[in-house]
């Protein structure tokens, strides 16, 4: 890593099946030790059972996971907050307001 002057972000490409940047993202997340083949093979198995039990087009693939990732998604958030005045930490809950990279 340079001190002089920060990393460039690499845009992640999307794969080559679906053409889909999120898919992408979870390939790579699943990928252990660099075997992406059998990531893909991972993924792509799970999408074709995912596919046949909800009896939906092959092509409808990404548009299905997209949907799954929404639903699995948290609302809320929980954060511990230390009230001075009891000097105690008490876990507050909050709605999930701001979007955060999940994937």
């Known amino acids: 890593m ?3 002057t920060r990393a460039d972000k690499r845009e992640i ?6 053409s889909s940047r999120l898919l992408a993202k979870f390939i790579n997340v699943v990928m252990r030790d660099g075997k992406k083949a059998i990531a893909e093979s991972i993924v792509y198995d799970a999408l074709e059972t995912l596919v046949q039990k909800l009896g939906q087009p ?3 693939a990404p548009e299905l996971f997209e949907e799954v990732l ?5 609302v809320v958030e929980v954060r511990s907050r ?3 005045v009891l000097h105690t ?15």
């Open 2 to 4: 340079s001190r002089r």
């Open 13 to 18: 490409l999307p794969e080559p099946k679906y």
């Open 58 to 60: 092959p092509e409808k």
């Open 70 to 74: 929404e639903n699995l998604k948290p």
């Open 82 to 84: 230390k009230v001075e």
């Open 89 to 103: 930490k008490f876990q507050l809950k909050l709605d999930m307001t701001e979007e955060k990279p999940w994937l």
